[in-house]
Antibody, heavy 120, light 108 residues
Framework: EVLLVESGGRLVKPGESLTLSCSAS????????MNWVRQAPGKGLEWVSS????????YYADSVKGRFTISRDTAKNSLYLQMDSLRAEDTAVYYC?????????????WGRGTLVTVSS | EFVLTQSPGTLSLSLGERATLSCRAS???????IAWYQQKPDQGPRLLIYGASRRATGIPDRFSGSGSGTDFTLTISRLEPEDFAVYYC?????????FGQGTTVEVK
């Protein structure tokens, strides 16, 4: 069974940094693209960042480019999101999501999310 | 820039009625990488459909997805009480991923 479990969300002040983690199990981690998606309170879903299966390629939404860094650790089956210079508008539930494999196709999977609140 | 436009914004229907939700892409979607999600208050998104028309495990067969190219549809054949929620379409399999703005299905 595919399982994605996010952690690390908490209350932080504007300008501070935070790292989110996502622990993956039930599939071969280094064969899938992974994503972070967020949802601000009362708003829709917003893609944040993607990383290729081996970590070579990384993509970011314009709203977080230069402030957030995505990474992955195959040995730990984990995905990370380093968030710097946090702003109030970064307040959201952050979801870890599995995308497509290197070959073939498969359904997306999501974790349950972790809440990040940026407030003074 | 790739954009997904969902319509209508709100759909007001009665129990047992048929719901038809539209998702239009600004460019053709390769390999039918369109997914549909249902979201209820204080819950995360629940995958309903992927690959434009494949039902996820455990999803009732009253939910169906169709379409290709730039036009995709989610149909709920007969609305049940638990179906009143917000629905999102998503283009996946490419970066950046893109979401539609959502359609709310509400009780008439």
């Amino acid at each position: 069974e595919v399982l994605l479990v996010e952690s690390g969300g908490r209350l932080v002040k504007p300008g501070e940094s935070l790292t989110l983690s996502c622990s993956a199990s039930g599939f071969i981690f280094n064969t899938h693209v992974m994503n972070w998606v967020r949802q601000a309170p009362g708003k829709g879903l917003e893609w944040v960042s993607s990383i290729s299966s081996k970590g070579k390629y990384k993509y970011y939404a314009d709203s977080v480019k230069g402030r957030f860094t995505i990474s992955r650790d195959t040995a730990k089956n984990s995905l990370y999101l380093q968030m710097d210079s946090l702003r109030a508008e970064d307040t959201a539930v952050y979801y870890c999501a599995r995308d497509q494999p290197d070959s073939g196709t498969s359904r997306p999977y999501w974790g349950r999310g972790t809440l990040v609140t940026v407030s003074s | 820039e790739f954009v997904l436009t969902q319509s209508p914004g709100t759909l007001s229907l009665s129990l047992g009625e048929r719901a038809t939700l539209s998702c239009r892409a600004s460019q053709s979607v390769s390999s039918g990488y369109i997914a549909w999600y249902q979201q209820k208050p204080d819950q995360g998104p629940r995958l309903l459909i992927y690959g434009a028309s494949r039902r996820a495990t455990g999803i009732p067969d009253r939910f169906s997805g169709s379409g290709s190219g730039t036009d995709f549809t989610l149909t709920i054949s007969r609305l049940e009480p638990e179906d009143f929620a917000v629905y999102y379409c998503q283009r996946y399999g490419s970066s950046p991923q893109t979401f539609g703005q959502g359609t709310t299905v509400e009780v008439k």
